[in-house]
C-alpha cells in the first residue's frame, strides 16, 4: 500500500513564500511522476505541477508558472513545491499526487494553504 504524506501547509501572508513536502513510503514500484493538485470548496481539483521522477522534466499550470517551483528527491522518494509571492486566490487544499510506471495513482489526503492578512 502506498501512503503519500503531504506537509508544510499553514497560513501565509500575501507576498510571503511556503514550501509543502510530500514523502511517498509503502509498496512502490517505479516511480513515473509525482506532482501537485489543488482544491477550493466547491470547484474542480486543479492541476498546479508535475515532476517526472527520470529526467526530471517539469510541468506547470501556466497561470502559475514562475511563482511556483516543483522540485524532487529521488532518494527521499519525495516532491518538493516552492510557493513564492502567494496571493490569496492561493488558498486551497493542495494534494499531492503520484503516477506510477504501472499507472496506479495514488493521492495525499491534502495540506490546507491559507493566505491572508
Known amino acids: 500500500q502506498v501512503q503519500l504524506v503531504e506537509s508544510g501547509g499553514g497560513l501565509v501572508q500575501p507576498g510571503g513564500s511556503l514550501r509543502l513536502s510530500c514523502a511517498a513510503s509503502?509498496?512502490?514500484?517505479?516511480?513515473?511522476?509525482m506532482g501537485w493538485y489543488r482544491q477550493v470548496a466547491g470547484k474542480e481539483r486543479e492541476f498546479v505541477a508535475d515532476?517526472?521522477?527520470?529526467?526530471?522534466?517539469?510541468f506547470y499550470a501556466d497561470s502559475l508558472k514562475g511563482r511556483f517551483t516543483i522540485s524532487r528527491d529521488n532518494a527521499k522518494n519525495t516532491v518538493y513545491l516552492e510557493m513564492n509571492s502567494v496571493k490569496p486566490e492561493d488558498t486551497a487544499v493542495y494534494y499531492c499526487?503520484?503516477?506510477?510506471?504501472?499507472?496506479?495513482?495514488?493521492w495525499g489526503q491534502g495540506t490546507q494553504v491559507t493566505v491572508s492578512s
Open positions: 499526487k503520484l503516477r506510477a510506471l504501472s499507472l496506479a495513482t495514488y
Open positions: 515532476v517526472t521522477w527520470s529526467g526530471s522534466k517539469k
Open positions: 509503502g509498496l512502490i514500484s517505479s516511480i513515473y511522476s
